[in-house]
């Protein structure tokens, strides 16, 4: 087994990452106190009673809920922040973060406030954290595509220090094909396409988000090993799957760590690699997830180390970044 400090040592990319899913509550009811807002649950140990979930739903409901705290600029940057203290001490070295502009604008926040708070926070990743960064604007499939598409072209508009889109929220029943015009016009915007999906959706999804929507990587894809056709597809393009162990524990999208279907992609030859999706809510960092891992599979150093190379591999890293990290 590999001990934690080694583990810590690795260069890691994190690549699927939700930045207001690294709320901490100790930072909402902060943020709550700053702005003057009342939450339904405004005590830590009542807030704290609310992360115990039955599916991806009963998560977002509270996820969106205390977004609610992120009011000026300077809230999304100590948000942006603290994740970034928190992503050293797990040994991430890149990190490409997901933001949800249109959850945001919905409360009648400007896009402006959050793409600046971020971006703020991201510029001085490099020299005070060692991690390099960029910005994935990931849209709400259980919106509609004109919704998104607004919110793109504004993005655009505004030249916001976007590197690609994602596709995130209530999966099922909210497929990859309700979004082609939205990915086309990501694609000739010359940003990358990543996306959710097999998370609760099933393995045509990810099929369809490969082929409608053309993206480069899928976010979480567990439910891609139910078939062998597609698995077979995924080994052969090598098309990186972004997994989220505690995140699919937390979810119940699988019914224990034990039993996640981890160690039987690696087996397969899937290029996956390890996020935390969103940690504040899922019991810990990328460092916990890796942790979790070994413990639960006593995996070797060299499996570890595999799964970190393929998560700066698949990164969007410029390739002198991707060679200085790997
Ligand atoms: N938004 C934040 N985290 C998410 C997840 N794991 N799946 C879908 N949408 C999300
Ligand atoms: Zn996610």
Redesign the pocket.
Same mark, same amino acid.
């Given at each position: 087994n590999i001990d934690s400090a080694a583990l810590t040592a690795l260069p890691k990319a994190e690549l699927h990452l939700?930045i207001?899913?690294t709320l901490e509550p100790e930072l909402i009811l902060a943020l709550a106190a700053r702005n003057g807002i009342t939450l339904p649950f405004p005590t830590l140990e009542t807030l704290r009673e609310q992360y115990e979930f039955s599916d991806?739903q009963s998560?977002?409901n509270l996820?969106y809920a205390n977004m609610a705290v992120l009011i000026s600029e300077a809230d999304f940057a100590d948000m942006t922040r603290a994740y970034l203290a928190r992503a050293k001490e797990s040994g991430v070295r890149h990190v490409e973060i997901?933001f949800?502009p249109q959850a945001h604008v919905a409360r009648g926040v400007e896009l402006s406030t959050a793409v600046n708070g971020i971006a703020a926070a991201l510029a001085s990743s490099e020299a005070e954290f060692g991690i390099s960064t960029g910005l994935i604007a990931?849209f709400l499939r259980d919106e509609s595509e004109e919704s998104a598409l607004a919110v793109l072209e504004a993005l655009l508009h505004m030249r916001a220090p976007i590197m690609g889109i994602g596709l =995130?929220?209530?999966?099922v029943g909210n497929p990859p094909s309700k979004f082609v015009r939205l990915y086309q016009r990501a694609k000739e915007a010359g940003l990358h396409l990543v996306a959710?999906a097999g998370?609760?959706g099933p393995p045509s999804y990810v099929e369809d988000a490969l082929d409608l929507l053309g993206v480069e990587r899928i976010?979480?894809g567990i439910r891609a090993v139910e078939d062998k056709f597609l698995i077979k597809r995924l080994v052969t393009e090598q098309v990186p799957l972004t997994v989220?162990p505690l995140?699919n524990v937390r979810?119940r999208a699988v019914d224990t760590l034990a039993a996640h279907p981890l160690p039987q992609m690696i087996e397969a030859g899937l290029n996956v690699c390890v996020s935390s999706? =969103?940690p504040a809510y899922f019991g810990g960092y990328v460092g916990a997830n890796f942790a979790a891992l070994v413990a639960e599979f006593a995996w070797d150093a060299a499996t570890v180390e595999t799964l970190a190379r393929n998560s700066i591999r698949s990164s969007f890293a410029s390739a002198e970044r991707k060679s200085e990290l790997l």
């Open positions: 939700h207001e899913g991806l998560f977002l996820y997901m949800d990931a =995130d929220s209530a999966e959710h998370e609760e976010d979480h989220c995140s979810l999706d =969103d």
